[in-house]
């Protein structure tokens, strides 16, 4: 059976984050291959990420399971010309894509090896504006620690409650918090998910372009489906940073600047700043 290159393309690249770098393990730089009768699933993870993505068949594939080298697989289709057919087979231990007059062998793992997560069943289940849940991931994520000792500021806390969907990161010296409202009616449940999931889902909900997203949460994984893949996240096992005793109830002085001119200033000020860790100076007075 023929495949089509542009079909593999762009799902093995968004793929790519969810494969281990590390390579602690030579299973998990392989991409599982699954086939039925109307699609091909390619399924990647590090243990702590999994990222599916399925691609719709035009007629049944007849292959037993296989894992294939990511990195090498995605290099071939890289070479591959844009309108370019391939072939699949399993010979001898080894797996043979064809395609014109190239030959390309690599060797397989065992396929039950391989360590899918477990499916389990998730309490808290809405759906979401796509566009809305990366506003949410986009306005808090910079906020994230990296390497903090208090684990749960390495994370990004997602707080659901009633209809409104709260997103707060912190380092230790700043905060960021947004706030989204949605039409469906949630129990409070909060979930803290770690920075490099954070950054992998935001990858993959702006390569898509489905205008909703379904979300799945159970007390150790959270699910995200659209049309064609299928993000799941491991959330750290840590308590929620209280975020309400950092917002002061009673401010003395309340300020109302111009987004864009605050954001000019700051950028002139950077250019002579030689250490971007030292902090600005920022006086509040009336004009004159």
């Not at 998990?28 to 990222?51: C, G, H, K, P, Q």
């Not at 309108?83 to 699949?88: K, V």
């Not at 209280?242 to 200033?265: E, G, N």
Request: a neutral charge; one cysteine or more.
């Amino acid at each position: 059976m023929l495949f089509e290159k542009q079909a593999w393309m762009v799902p093995l690249q968004i793929l790519s984050g969810a494969v281990d770098k590390k390579q602690l393990k030579p299973i998990l730089s392989m991409v599982l291959v699954r086939f039925n009768e109307n699609a091909v699933y390619l399924t990647a993870t590090d243990l702590d990420i999994e990222l599916t993505a399925r691609l719709p068949l035009t007629e049944a594939a007849t292959l037993p399971a296989i894992t294939l080298p990511a990195k090498r697989l995605f290099d071939l289709m890289r070479v591959l010309d844009d309108q370019a057919q391939f072939e699949i087979s399993l010979r001898d231990q080894q797996v043979w894509i064809q395609a014109a007059s190239t030959l390309f062998k690599c060797s397989t793992l065992p396929v039950d090896t391989f360590p899918l997560m477990k499916e389990a069943s998730a309490p808290v289940q809405f759906s979401v504006e796509r566009v809305l849940f990366i506003q949410l991931l986009q306005a808090t994520a910079f906020a994230i620690s990296q390497q903090d000792a208090r684990t749960f500021l390495n994370g990004l806390l997602i707080e659901l409650d009633g209809s409104t969907l709260r997103a707060v990161a912190a380092d230790g010296h700043r905060m960021a918090l947004k706030v989204e409202k949605h039409a469906q009616q949630l129990p409070l449940t909060r979930f803290v998910l770690p920075r490099k999931s954070v950054y992998e889902l935001l990858r993959l909900l702006t390569s898509i372009e489905d205008p909703s997203i379904h979300v799945c949460l159970d007390p150790q994984v959270l699910r995200v489906q659209s049309a064609q893949y299928t993000f799941s996240s491991k959330l750290m096992d840590t308590p929620h940073f209280p975020y309400q005793q950092a917002i002061p109830l009673h401010a003395s002085t309340r300020v109302s600047l111009d987004r864009d001119s605050l954001k000019r200033a700051l950028m002139r000020v950077l250019i002579i700043m030689s250490d971007k860790n030292r902090p600005t100076v920022m006086e509040v007075g009336s004009e004159g």
